[in-house]
């Protein structure tokens, strides 16, 4: 069966850096966009990032823009999250999921087939 496994989270302070890791498992990877999301206590959860298949096309949600980035190495069948300049307010479960086919409407959780259990991070300040 698809297995999405996240790791790499943890608690940091204000300023500082994380990079999580996404292994897949039971798909074909390089033929799925994989995305980032994540849900803050009390929130729900919302969209961070997304990769198409090739890696050739990114989007970011405008409050990560310029300290997130997302990357893919489809011959490890993993995607990562490259988290700088961390704030309190990033302090959420980050969850990996798989859509396909295609890189559409990669920021409605409605467009992914499959979903991670989710890593914590929390920042403090």
């Known amino acids: 069966q698809v297995q999405l496994i996240e790791s790499g989270g943890g608690l940091v302070q204000a300023g500082d850096s994380l990079r999580l890791s996404c292994a897949a498992s039971?798909?074909?990877?390089?033929?799925?966009?994989m995305g980032w999301f994540r849900q803050a206590p009390g929130k729900e959860r919302e969209f961070v990032g997304s990769?198409?298949?090739?890696?050739?096309?990114?989007d970011a949600a405008d409050s990560v823009k310029g300290r997130f980035t997302i990357s893919r190495d489809n011959a490890k069948n993993a995607v990562y999250l490259q988290m700088n300049s961390l704030k309190p307010e990033d302090t959420a479960v980050y969850y990996c999921?798989?859509?396909?086919?295609?890189?559409?409407?990669?920021?409605?959780?409605?467009?992914?087939?499959?979903w991670g259990q989710g890593t914590q991070v929390t920042v403090s300040s």
């Open positions: 039971g798909l074909t990877f390089s033929t799925y966009t």
């Open positions: 990769i198409s298949r090739t890696g050739g096309s990114t």
């Open positions: 999921a798989a859509a396909y086919p295609g890189f559409t409407a990669t920021r409605l959780q409605s467009r992914y087939n499959y």
